[in-house]
Structure formats: C-alpha cells, structure tokens
T-cell receptor, first 113, second 115 residues
Framework: KAGVTQTPRYLIKTRGQQVTLSCSPI?????VSWYQQTPGQGLQFLFE???????NKGNFPGRFSGRQFSNSRSEMNVSTLELGDSALYLC????????????FGPGTRLTVT | AQKVTQAQTEISVVEKEDVTLDCVYE???????LFWYKQPPSGELVFLIR??????QNEISGRYSWNFQKSTSSFNFTITASQVVDSAVYFC????????????FGTGTRLKVLA
C-alpha cells in the first residue's frame, strides 16, 4: 500500500509570492490534515479536510488555505509569503477522523527568502 | 485549554539502557485521545500508539511500553533495551473529542542512543 505522498519535497520562494503544496493520502483514507513544523513553534495543526469539507482549522491567518478534491487529494495554499512561513509542511491522512492514527508524508520543506 | 508538555528536551542513553520519555497533558474534556509519534532523522512522523481516555490499561509492544495515568495526567513512554535505531525525536499528542478538535503536539523529546 503506497504511503502519503507530498509534492514538491523542497521549495524556495520569495516574500510576497504564493505557493501551493500537494498531498495524496493513502488509498481509502478520507481525512487529510496539514501541519506546520518549525524549530521555534514545533508542530502546529493547520487544518483538516474530510470529504472535501474543511472540518477543523488551527490558529493560522487567512493567508493559509486548503482544499480537498473528490479523490481525497488535498492542496494547501499560502498567499503573500512571509519569512516566518519557512517551515516543514506535513500532511497526514487517516481513515476517518483524526482520532484514528494518522499516517504522515515526508513533508515539503518551504524556504522563503 | 489543552496542552501537552514534554519537559525532557533531549535524552542521551547508552545502547541497551532503558529510557522513559515523559508526557503530561492538560484538558478539561472527559473524552480525549493521546498519541505518540516518532520522527527519525529522515523526517517522516511515524505513528506508535493511540489511547483513548477511557482505556487506562498499559500497553506493551515489543520493547515499547506505555503507562497512562489519568490521576497524574501522564502518558509516559518507555523503551526497554534501547537500540541505536531508536534515536529520533518523539512527540506526544493530544486530541479532545469536543470543541474544535485541535490536535496538540508536545515540543518533542530528542532521544540519542549511543553505541
């Protein structure tokens, strides 16, 4: 069974630009969650999508958005990038809700210059 | 408010030693879930265990064991006879079944197992 895949793995962007990250969950998993990991703030929950609907959202500004497609694939978008958005963005999928175990992808390392 | 505290930032042990990673949580919910994840140097988080608040039974899986104590709001993780491959950052996480379902991670404990 293929694991969670994230593309791209590495990305370098300039302040003010926008970026879209992609996540393909494990086949059959309907829940996709996104997390931001930084040395200073640790792992922080961004949002969760289930059946194409955003079910929960963490404490992040509106510049961070996402969506989920009918095949459960998910994208995350960050607009007007700031230096502080440099982080490892992790996607996780689970069978139903996040109270089930989550399976994480390798992450996308975003660097904002 | 919900919170997860992993007070041990970094632990170093010699191979074959036993080591316990501490996790203390805070929540007002009566229904909640606790998790442990491992993040090896490759960076990919690996699920280790999930425990709901109504199940205080300790669990053992090979060299890994978990001690859940609601009385002290702790969910500690012990590795017996540690191995170099256990070197990683370990995260404890909490999710409450009510409210906004925020999934809270601790700051992690970096475990270094020396040969």
């Amino acid at each position: 069974k293929a694991g969670v895949t994230q593309t791209p793995r590495y990305l370098i962007k300039t302040r003010g630009q926008q970026v879209t990250l992609s996540c393909s969950p494990i086949s059959g998993h309907r829940s996709v969650s996104w997390y931001q990991q930084t040395p200073g703030q640790g792992l922080q929950f961004l949002f969760e999508y289930f059946s194409e609907t955003q079910r929960n959202k963490g404490n992040f500004p509106g510049r961070f958005s996402g969506r989920q497609f009918s095949n459960s694939r998910s994208e995350m978008n960050v607009s007007t990038l700031e230096l502080g958005d440099s982080a490892l963005y992790l996607c996780a999928s689970s069978l139903e809700t996040r109270t089930y175990e989550q399976y994480f992808g390798p992450g996308t390392r975003l660097t904002v210059t | 408010a919900q919170k997860v505290t992993q007070a041990q930032t970094e632990i170093s042990v010699v191979e074959k030693e036993d080591v316990t990673l501490d996790c203390v949580y805070e929540t007002r919910d009566t229904t909640y879930y606790l998790f442990w994840y491992k993040q090896p140097p490759s960076g990919e988080l690996v699920f280790l265990i999930r425990r709901n608040s109504f199940d205080e039974q300790n669990e053992i899986s090979g060299r890994y064991s978990w001690n859940f104590q609601k009385s002290t709001s702790s969910f500690n993780f012990t590795i017996t006879a540690s191995q170099v491959v256990d070197s990683a950052v370990y995260f404890c996480a909490l999710e409450a079944a009510s409210g906004t379902y925020k999934y809270i991670f601790g700051t992690g404990t970096r475990l270094k197992v020396l040969a």
